[in-house]
Structures are given as structure tokens and as C-alpha cells.
């Protein structure tokens, strides 16, 4: 009995609480596995199965929606177009000094978007189009940094005006960007670039720059030191290809990448 007792003692001694858990003796568990791994390995299929068929679902709504957007945009008329990309063009200042590059984006949509829909496929066989005096609302040329640091456009001069006359008779564009003094208002004037056009295609002109300007003279003084980087930045050498063109907006594209955004206006 004492044997029994010393036996069956030390075993009642390690009883688990009901509530507790205790892991099953190393043989048990690996002759319950097999059955116990089907059922979770078929739970983890089950599960995988869900995840996988929830982002085929997501992916189909995402392009569910993009379709629907792309049809929107192409069902856009030009005078819708235009409403949005005035409104895109609000508060950047014709993008002289940098746009966001989710900004820059949205405006480019949207001048392809014009550009498919171009009333003037053919803007150098009808020129009388083109001429006359625009003004710019939108360039991707940007002054940033160490330019726009040495050219006093941080602190000291403010950018007006950028207005193009082309006279087409003359084969001539003349290119006015006027420039103030902040705090100086007898301090104003412009920097004035003569360029000659000629035709190469039914959508593009060769520019060639032909002379330059800054009046008056103390506005000369103010960008003298920095003259060629001004005329760098603002140099029209090179080619347009005219995208877009109506009797109010025109877009073009020159050799360096970059698009200009131009609207009619009336000089007296």
C-alpha cells in the first residue's frame, strides 16, 4: 500500500487545474496530427482563397473605376476641359517658380485631353489663328533655386506679364516679360526678345533668336550682372510644335520638353 502510495502520490501531486492547459505527450500529438494539419492546412487554403479572391474584387473596382473616369474624360467636351484646367491653373502663378508634381500631372492630362480634341490639326496652313498678341498662363519652364536667387526673384523683383505678339506677315514673334521692383513702383520696365519664325511642317516653326532688351536702364543695372542667365531661361532658339489652337487658347511644345499654355488677348 505505501508502494502505491508513493506511486500514485507524486502523479495526483502534478494534477493540472481543470481550467488550465496542459500540451498533449509528445506521441498523442504526432498521432493526432495528421488530421489536426488537414484541417487547419484546409482552413489556411479556405482563408488564403478569401484573401486572394478579396483583392481580385478590389482590383476589378479599381479598374471598374478608372475605366469609368477614362470614359468621363474622353466624353468631356472642349469647353468642360477648359473649365478644369483654369480651375488646375489657379494659384501657381504660370508655374514659374515650381508646381507639385500631382499638380503638374493633372494640368498635362488635361492638355492631352485638349490636344486630342485640337480644332486646328493644321495650324501653319492657316495662320491667321496664331497671330496676334497672347499671353502666357502656364509654362513647365520653372526659375528655381540659385536662378532664382541671382535674378532677385526671391526678394527684391517681381515677374508681371509674359505677352507674345506674332506678326505673321513678318514672320516675327516679339516676346515681352515685364519685370517691378517690390516697394519701388518708379522702378518697372521689361525684358523685350525679338525672334524670327519659319515653317517646317503643317504644326511646326523653327524660332531663331534674333535681339534683346531691357528697358529702362536701371532695370538693365538690376539684371546686368546676371544677363545671360536671364536670357537662358527666356531664349526662344529652337522648335514649337503648335498642339492646339482656337480663336482663345493655344498650347505648344518645344524641342526642350516643355509645354506653354498661352491665351488671346487684345492690346490697345
Known amino acids: 500500500m505505501a508502494a502505491i502510495v508513493a506511486t500514485v502520490g507524486p502523479a495526483m501531486a502534478g494534477v493540472t487545474a481543470p481550467n488550465s492547459y496542459t500540451p498533449l505527450p509528445g506521441p498523442l500529438w504526432n498521432s493526432l496530427h495528421p488530421a489536426v494539419q488537414a484541417r487547419r492546412d484546409k482552413t489556411i487554403r479556405f482563408g488564403l482563397l478569401s484573401s486572394i479572391k478579396a483583392v ?145 511642317s503643317n504644326s511646326r516653326v523653327d524660332i531663331s533668336y534674333q535681339k534683346s532688351v531691357i528697358t529702362p536702364d536701371q532695370l538693365m543695372n538690376v539684371f546686368r550682372k546676371n544677363y545671360d542667365l536671364l536670357l537662358q531661361i527666356f531664349n526662344p532658339d529652337g522648335w514649337l510644335e503648335i498642339t492646339y489652337v482656337d480663336d482663345a487658347l493655344r498650347i505648344g511644345r518645344d524641342d526642350k520638353g516643355n509645354i506653354f499654355i498661352l491665351e488671346r488677348i487684345e492690346i490697345c
Open 56 to 200: 481580385e474584387n478590389r482590383s476589378d473596382e479599381v479598374m471598374a473605376h478608372e475605366t469609368e473616369e477614362k470614359e468621363v474624360e474622353e466624353n468631356l467636351n472642349v469647353s468642360q476641359i477648359k473649365q478644369h484646367l483654369f480651375a488646375a491653373l489657379q494659384g501657381i502663378n504660370r508655374g514659374i517658380f515650381g508646381v507639385p508634381s500631382a499638380k503638374k500631372s493633372e494640368i498635362q492630362n488635361l492638355v492631352e485631353l485638349l490636344e486630342a480634341q485640337n480644332p486646328t490639326p493644321e495650324p501653319t496652313l492657316c495662320l491667321e489663328k496664331v497671330a496676334g498678341a497672347w499671353k502666357l498662363i502656364y509654362s513647365t519652364i520653372s526659375i528655381l533655386g540659385s536662378k532664382r536667387t541671382k535674378l532677385g526673384l526671391r526678394d527684391f523683383i517681381n515677374l508681371g506679364d509674359f505677352i507674345q505678339t506674332i506678326n505673321v506677315d513678318q514672320g516675327k514673334a516679339v516676346n515681352v516679360i515685364e519685370f517691378s521692383a517690390r516697394g519701388l513702383t518708379l522702378l518697372s520696365g521689361q525684358l523685350t526678345i525679338d525672334a524670327s519664325f519659319k515653317i517646317v
